[in-house]
């Protein structure tokens, strides 16, 4: 797994408790797993289909550095399946880990459509094309 995404827990990212707020570090993974699919895919139009359960086995203080590692475990006809893991880099424990993000491909009306690869890539040749966006009347 690879960690290349870094955040810094701020004071808007706490909950009550005075601890980083679930919802700021999901918001974290899926906007960093969506950009690793779409560079693992070549499309620009992926989405979220699925998360598994969320395992929260530790959490963070304003001010702790958060690491997020994402890594494909598996490619479907018009799928792409990741695992996901956050982890503090102040106190050296893992935060939460997610078994199962999936994303699907779509094509330009929203319909799922065949990705055509088998395996990760780490070139920057699936880097798509910028998107048009719909015409107004």
């Known amino acids: 797994m690879n960690f290349y995404t870094r ?16 919802g700021s570090l999901l918001r974290w993974i899926d906007e960093e797993a ?22 929260f086995v530790s959490s963070a203080r304003q001010g702790d550095l958060i690491e997020l ?3 494909a475990t598996a490619f479907g006809r018009t799928s792409l399946t990741l695992r996901a893991e956050a982890r503090n880099m102040i106190t050296r424990r893992s935060i ?3 078994e199962r ?7 330009a009306d929203g319909d799922p459509v065949p990705h ?6 780490y070139d920057r040749d699936r880097i798509p094309a910028p998107i048009d966006p719909p015409a107004l009347d």
């Open 34 to 55: 969506v950009v690793y699919a779409v560079l693992q895919l070549g499309n620009g139009r992926v989405v979220t289909k699925y998360m598994s359960e969320i395992d």
């Open 116 to 121: 055509g690869h088998t395996e990760i890539t």
């Open 69 to 71: 590692g994402l890594v």
């Open 96 to 98: 939460l880990t997610i």
């Open 101 to 107: 993000i999936v994303f699907v491909n779509l094509d």
């Open 7 to 22: 955040k810094w827990v701020r004071p808007e990212d706490l909950n009550g408790n005075g601890t980083l707020f679930g």
